[in-house]
């Protein structure tokens, strides 16, 4: 596959409506949806719950966070692309942080608000509608910021590091938990993958090398990396009744934007399988 990025061909406007129309039946019907987790289930070493595989990433970024709290009064957290806020109630009832949530969708927004709310946290959480490469004056300096299966949505990986690297602080930390393209990926693979792309509205699909490359620029350290494609439980029984409806619709007459989730999702599973596309937790920081 070509190693050159993907033009962006998904702005802020299609990224919004997009999560503005989907996000009520993730919450409903998704896997994680009770959890309020939009994002994959990790069944890391020891996991053996399902809710604990959907907070897998959050406390690998817990575990992070104890270290940075002996070095600061109180951490500041932002969540870039923070869904429903779960993420952020999760961290915050185990640390006394603050934090800041930043979502395009006010669906989303509406969500986190009554999430913090209920959880009690509305004095130290916030979420706002705001975009991740334009981020808002007044949020305090992050000592960690991440971004859980948001930054592929992103315009340009360039203003993404940029904006990072106004937020957080020296020596702060960066996380980004999201799909990376491999470079060993055939041609034949680019047809799936655009699949993936234009279901899942994604713009930025790098591989490691170039995830690491524009956080350098940015003057970001890239500290580690974890593969987290072993640990996806792929191929469940509600992913082969997905793929059996995506290939059904193909003979009806449905509009493709009413399950372009589902297709997206679909051509995912059939990357991840087959090795053209991994899921990585990258770990960097702010020199």
């Given at each position: 596959?070509?190693?050159?990025?993907?033009?962006t061909?998904?702005?802020?406007?299609?990224?919004?409506?997009y999560?503005?129309?989907?996000?009520?039946?993730f919450?409903?019907h998704?896997?994680?949806?009770?959890?309020?987790?939009?994002?994959?289930?990790v069944?890391?070493?020891?996991?053996?719950?399902s809710?604990d595989?959907?907070?897998?990433v959050?406390?690998?970024i817990?575990?992070?966070l104890?270290?940075l709290?002996?070095?600061?009064d109180?951490?500041?957290?932002?969540d870039?692309?923070?869904?429903?806020g779960?993420s952020?109630?999760?961290?915050?009832?185990?640390?006394?942080?603050?934090?800041t949530?930043?979502?395009?969708?006010?669906?989303?927004?509406s969500?986190?608000t009554?999430?913090?709310r209920?959880?009690?946290?509305?004095?130290?959480?916030r979420?706002?509608e705001?975009?991740y490469?334009?981020i808002?004056?007044?949020?305090?300096?992050?000592?960690?910021a991440?971004?859980?299966?948001s930054?592929?949505?992103?315009?340009?990986?360039?203003?993404?590091?940029?904006?990072?690297a106004?937020?957080?602080?020296?020596?702060g930390l960066?996380v980004?938990?999201?799909d990376?393209?491999?470079?060993?990926?055939?041609?034949?693979?680019?047809?799936?993958v655009?699949?993936?792309?234009?279901?899942?509205?994604?713009n930025?699909?790098?591989?490691?090398?170039e995830?690491?490359?524009?956080?350098?620029?940015?003057g970001?350290e890239?500290l580690?990396?974890?593969?987290?494609?072993?640990h996806?439980r792929?191929?469940?029984p509600?992913?082969?009744?997905a793929?059996?409806?995506?290939?059904?619709?193909?003979?009806?007459?449905?509009r493709?934007?009413r399950?372009?989730?589902?297709v997206?999702?679909?051509?995912?599973?059939?990357?991840?399988?087959r090795?053209?596309?991994?899921y990585?937790?990258?770990?960097?920081?702010k020199?």
């Open positions: 596959m070509d190693s050159r990025p993907e033009p061909e998904f702005g802020a406007t299609d990224v919004r409506h999560y503005d129309k989907h996000t009520d039946h919450v409903t998704g896997p994680g949806g009770h959890l309020g987790a939009l994002h994959r289930a069944w890391g070493q020891g996991v053996t719950a809710a595989a959907f907070r897998y959050e406390d690998q817990l575990g992070r104890r270290d709290d002996a070095a600061t109180r951490l500041h957290v932002v870039l692309g923070c869904g429903v779960a952020l109630c999760y961290l915050a009832t185990r640390l006394p942080m603050t934090g949530g930043l979502t395009l969708s006010p669906v989303q927004v969500h986190a009554k999430r913090i209920d959880a009690g946290l509305q004095d130290r959480l979420c706002l705001a975009d490469c334009d808002p004056d007044d949020i305090k300096t992050a000592d960690l991440y971004a859980i299966e930054f592929v949505h992103g315009p340009d990986p360039s203003r993404f590091f940029a904006a990072c106004g937020l957080v602080r020296d020596g960066l980004i938990c999201d990376v393209r491999r470079q060993t990926a055939p041609l034949s693979a680019s047809r799936m655009e699949q993936f792309r234009r279901g899942w509205h994604i930025t699909l790098l591989s490691a090398e995830l690491r490359t524009c956080a350098a620029d940015a970001f890239h580690d990396t974890e593969n987290l494609t072993p996806l792929l191929g469940r509600r992913d082969r009744f793929a059996a409806f995506v290939t059904l619709c193909r003979w009806l007459p449905l493709y934007t399950f372009e989730h589902l997206g999702g679909t051509a995912l599973q059939t990357c991840l399988k090795g053209w596309i991994g990585e937790l990258a770990w960097f920081r020199q």
